[in-house]
C-alpha cells in the first residue's frame, strides 16, 4: 500500500527469453551493417579528404530518407504527435533526445580515422569504449528498462568481448603511434551507450522506432552542419570531389537501420546485451568483408576468425544471464 492508501502498481516484469533472443539476433544483425557503413564512411572521407564532410554526406542522405518516409506512414506520424506530447507533458526530457550527437560523433570518426588506422584498430577502440560505457548505463538506469545490476556473469561477458577483439586484431594493431589519434573511436565508443539509452527512451514515448531514429539523425546533421561551418572555417573547402558511385551514398541508409533496431530492442536486451550483440555483429561483419572484398591491409588470419568466434561466445555469456526486472520509479 502506498501513504495515499491505494495499492502500489505491479513491479514490471523482466522482458521474456523469446524477445531477448530475439533482440541479440536483429542487434547482431544491425552490428554487421555497421562493420559495412564504416567501410563506407572511412573511403568517403578518404575521397573527399575530409572526414567531417563524408559525415555530413552519410547523416544528410539518411536525414533526407526519414523526412520522406516518417511522414508518409501514419503509424509514424502518430509517433511525431507522441513525442511532442511526450515533451511538453515532461514523460521525456529535452536532453534525452540528443543522443544523435553521439551517432555523429561516431560517423565522423570513421571518416577521420579509418584511413590512418583501419577498421581493425577502429573496432578495437570502440569496442573498449563501448562495453565499459554499456554497463555504467545500464547501472545508472538511462535506458528505457531501468537499472540493471553489474552481475559477474555480464561483467564477464564485457570482458571477454575485449579480449576476443583483441584477439581478432592484434596481428594488426600496427605502429603504437596510433594510439593517440584512435582517442576518437574510443570516446566513440563511450557515446555509443548513452545514445542507445536515450534512443530508446524517444521510442518508449513515441511508439516508433523510426521516430526516434528521425530524431537521431535530424540532432546529429545538425551537430554536424555546425562542426562543418567550422571546419570550412578554419581549413577551407574539401579537396576532394563528390564520388559518382552510388555505394558511397548508402552510409546514411545503414545508419537508418541500426539506430531504428537499437532503439526498438534495447528495452528487450539492456544496453550492455544490445552493445555486446552489435559488436559481434560488427567482428563477424569485418571478417566478410576482409573475405569478399578484401583490401591491400585486409587479410584475415587464423587468430581472426578465432577471435570473431570469441566475441559470439561471450554474447552468449551475457545473453545467458538471468534478467532482471525493471525497476519502477518510486514516487516522489
Known amino acids: 500500500m502506498t501513504a495515499a492508501g491505494t495499492t502500489a502498481p505491479p513491479a514490471p516484469q523482466a522482458p521474456s527469453a523469446t524477445r531477448r533472443i530475439a533482440g541479440v539476433g536483429l542487434a547482431t544483425a544491425s552490428g554487421v551493417a555497421v562493420a559495412v557503413q564504416s567501410r563506407i564512411s572511412g573511403e568517403l572521407g578518404v575521397r573527399l579528404a575530409d572526414g567531417i564532410a563524408a559525415a555530413v554526406v552519410s547523416f544528410g542522405v539518411g536525414l533526407l530518407v526519414l523526412l520522406v518516409l516518417v511522414p508518409a506512414t501514419p503509424g509514424e506520424r502518430r509517433g511525431l504527435v507522441a513525442l511532442r506530447a511526450a515533451l511538453a507533458g515532461g514523460a521525456l526530457r529535452p536532453w534525452q533526445c540528443l543522443g544523435g550527437v553521439c551517432g555523429a560523433f561516431l560517423v565522423a570518426a570513421q571518416g577521420l580515422t579509418i584511413g590512418a588506422l583501419g577498421v581493425a584498430v577502429f573496432t578495437v577502440a570502440v569496442v573498449a569504449g563501448q562495453s565499459g560505457s554499456s554497463l555504467a548505463v545500464d547501472r545508472a538506469g538511462i535506458g528505457p528498462n531501468g537499472r540493471q545490476p553489474v552481475t559477474a556473469q555480464r561483467l564477464a561477458g564485457a570482458a571477454l568481448t575485449v579480449v576476443a577483439v583483441l584477439l581478432a586484431v592484434g596481428d594488426r594493431l600496427g605502429d603504437p603511434g596510433t594510439l593517440g589519434l584512435a582517442l576518437l573511436p574510443l570516446l566513440a565508443g563511450v557515446a555509443i551507450a548513452w545514445q542507445q539509452a536515450v534512443n530508446g527512451r524517444v521510442r518508449a514515448a513515441s511508439g516508433s522506432a523510426l521516430t526516434a531514429t528521425l530524431v537521431n539523425f ?51 536486451t539492456g544496453v550492455l546485451l544490445l552493445g555486446l550483440a552489435s ?41 545467458l544471464a538471468p534478467a532482471a526486472p525493471r525497476r519502477p520509479h518510486r514516487p516522489t
Do not use: C, H, K, N
Request: glycine share 12%.
Open 218 to 268: 535530424s540532432v546529429g546533421t545538425a551537430a554536424l552542419l555546425a562542426t562543418f561551418a567550422v571546419d570550412v572555417a578554419v581549413r577551407g573547402w574539401p579537396a576532394g570531389d563528390l564520388p559518382s558511385e552510388p555505394w558511397f551514398y548508402l552510409g546514411g541508409p545503414i545508419g537508418i537501420v541500426f539506430i531504428a533496431i537499437a532503439a526498438a530492442v534495447v528495452r528487450f
Open 279 to 319: 559488436i559481434a555483429g560488427q567482428i563477424v561483419g569485418a571478417v566478410l568483408l576482409d573475405l569478399l572484398l578484401p583490401t591491400a591491409a585486409s587479410r584475415p588470419s587464423g587468430t581472426t576468425l578465432l577471435g570473431a568466434a570469441l566475441t559470439m561466445v561471450a554474447v552468449g555469456v551475457a545473453a
